[in-house]
């Protein structure tokens, strides 16, 4: 089975920037298009960004738009999100999710694998 492991969480600054990590292990990230999804506590999941199989497609929720870019290294097995410009709100687990298809969706459900989470925390 498809592992998933996200990093690159932390506190920062208001304005700060991070940058998430997703690295798969037992299968090549190449066959799948992977999805950030967010969730803040007492909040739904919230889709963030997503990137199809071949890396042309890429798509972003509405609250981040503008400010974080999805990425992937197929040679390094590992999907990023540059998050700049970070807002208080922007406050959640983020995680990382995967499924064996050539298209995007925002729906958590679409997605077969998924990590464990990384917690960002944007805060003064």
């Known amino acids: 089975q498809l592992q998933l492991v996200e990093s690159g969480g932390g506190l920062v600054q208001p304005g700060g920037s991070l940058r998430l990590s997703c690295a798969a292990s037992r299968f090549t990230l190449d066959a799948y298009t992977i999805g950030w999804f967010r969730q803040a506590p007492g909040k739904e999941r919230e889709a963030v960004s997503c990137i199809n199989k071949s890396g042309i497609s890429t798509s972003y929720g509405d609250s981040v738009r503008g400010r974080f870019t999805i990425s992937r290294d197929n040679a390094k097995n590992t999907v990023y999100l540059q998050m700049i410009s970070l807002k208080p709100e922007d406050t959640a687990v983020y995680y990382c999710?995967?499924?064996?298809?050539?298209?995007?969706?925002?729906?958590?459900?679409?997605?077969?694998?998924w990590g464990q989470g990384t917690q960002v925390t944007v805060s003064s």
């Open positions: 999710a995967a499924r064996p298809s050539f298209f995007c969706r925002t729906d958590a459900d679409s997605y077969d694998n």
